[in-house]
């Protein structure tokens, strides 16, 4: 049973890392009223993404949630990430993660190793936060969906359906603040039944950042085992 949670949270994770808090059901729009809501969703989606690339910088709190009725799993996990342009800084399930714009730099204090591979930011599959931000841009469908009032905060949700059948995600749930155009949260739920709910508890922008924020420093990790993949 330990192996088998392991196993599907393992999983969870690295498609939410390939898809953001990486996400097949097909959904045809033939109705002009549900194509207009089609319209609609688009027109909020880009809001988001003109918001999100007219920061300096964002820094985000946030919560993962993990949940399977069918394994009776329940998994809560908190992180954080601070990004600039392709530049980021990742601490989740204590482990983090340092991009400086060409390697990332994994570091993993319960093993004492660090691992250093390349990244190809041409390469569409290779994912960054800044780009779980706007992943919705390509490869779903999506239309409008509930509005629901969290502490005085409207916050319209978009439902995206993915359009490759090879997706292992059934559905996405985007949750937006009306207002702010920031995203509140997504859910998202897959073909196994298997719910991630990553929950954004603090959202900030445009702040005072040392100059080495997104530089690694190997002498900071004396005693650890540096593993270069490339």
């Not at 502490?151 to 603040?177: A, F, M, N, W």
Request: net charge positive.
């Amino acid at each position: 049973m330990k192996m088998k949670i392991q196993e599907i949270t393992n999983n969870s994770i690295m498609k939410m890392s390939k898809k953001f808090l990486q996400v097949a059901i097909l959904l045809l729009l033939s109705f002009t009223s549900v194509q207009a809501q089609d319209k609609k969703a688009k027109d909020l989606l880009n809001q988001v993404t003109a918001k999100i690339k007219s920061y300096n910088n964002i820094s985000i709190d946030f919560k993962y949630s993990l949940n399977n009725a069918k394994e009776n799993i329940n998994q809560d996990s908190k992180g954080n990430v601070i990004m600039k342009g392709n530049q980021y800084v990742l601490n989740f399930m204590g482990v983090t993660k340092i991009f400086d714009g060409q390697k990332t730099y994994t570091i993993v204090p319960e093993d004492e190793e660090v691992t250093i591979s390349k990244v190809n930011e041409k390469d569409d599959n290779a994912v960054t936060p800044s780009k779980m931000l706007t992943f919705f841009n390509s490869g779903y469908k999506y239309n409008m969906d509930i509005v629901q009032n969290v502490k005085g905060r409207k916050i319209q949700y978009i439902k995206l359906v993915p359009t490759s059948g090879k997706d292992q995600r059934k559905e996405i749930l985007l949750g937006i603040d009306v207002q702010t155009k920031h995203i509140y949260n997504l859910i998202e739920t897959g073909k196994n039944g298997t719910k991630t709910t990553l929950t954004v508890n603090s959202f900030k922008t445009n702040q005072p950042l040392s100059k080495n924020q997104f530089t690694f420093v190997a002498s900071k990790y004396p005693k650890y085992y540096i593993n270069k993949l490339d």
